[in-house]
């Protein structure tokens, strides 16, 4: 696989807290995502990109942010996180027209 | 934006027993992937189609790209309890983004020994 490691693996914070969700991925591929998992919803998009300094909106954007500054790590951020964001997040690597591979996701629980 | 139908969202079988899942779609798609998630892991890819009609296995896996490039189907012969997990299905658009990767809503599997 991508060998996409994701930090840390769980996460307990307060509202209002800003959290930052970190991955690195060793294939040197040139696409980043990032992801969150709801029960019953599935994968929705948050961020992706393409190559180092690219940023792209998803599905679902609004309340986070990314930054991209090396080809091998993207970084997500919650600048004031809210309960609703309580969810589990994944990150994937991937080139053009092949599938992504994913990480084994960040629990993250607002209190 | 694109939907995904996938079904159903969660079974019950008998270790030993076939298993057949779906994935409907709205409009069409170049890619259709089947990734596995176990509890506590990130997904895991299982198999990857191309191409409208193709016929793809891995090993106990069979998955097929429907013809209309609208739906596909993921089959899993002769299950065996480490095929518990969660079964997604995504279906990928090509083009000039070419990132676009809508994922169904899962079907949960459970297999009784």
């Known amino acids: 696989d991508a060998d996409v490691t994701q930090t840390p693996r769980n996460r307990i914070t307060k509202t209002g807290k800003r959290i930052m969700l970190e991955c690195s991925q060793t294939?040197?591929?040139?696409?980043m995502y990032w992801y969150r998992q709801d029960p019953g919803l599935g994968l929705r998009l948050i961020y992706y990109s393409f190559d180092v300094k690219d940023i792209n909106k998803g599905e679902i954007s609004d309340g986070y942010s990314v930054s991209r500054q090396a080809q091998a790590k993207f970084s997500l951020s919650l600048e004031s996180a809210i309960p609703n964001q309580t969810a589990l997040y994944f990150c994937?690597?991937?080139?053009?027209?092949?599938?992504?591979?994913f990480g084994d996701g960040t629990r993250l629980s607002i209190l | 934006g694109q939907q995904l139908n996938q079904s159903p969202q969660s079974m019950f079988i008998q270790e030993g027993e076939d298993v057949s899942m779906n994935c409907t779609s709205s409009s069409i798609f170049n890619t259709w992937l089947w990734y596995k998630q176990d509890p506590g892991e990130g997904p895991v890819l299982l198999i990857a189609?191309?191409?409208?009609?193709e016929l793809t296995s891995n090993g106990r896996l069979t998955a097929q790209f429907g013809i209309t490039r609208k739906d596909s189907f993921l089959n899993i012969s002769a299950s065996i309890p480490s095929d518990v997990g969660i079964y997604f299905c995504a279906g990928q658009l090509s083009g000039g983004s070419n990132y676009k990767l809508t994922f169904g809503k899962g079907t949960l599997l459970t297999v009784n020994p």
């Open positions: 994937a690597a991937g080139q053009a027209g092949s599938p992504q591979h």
């Open positions: 189609l191309y191409k409208a009609g």
């Open positions: 294939k040197g591929h040139d696409r």
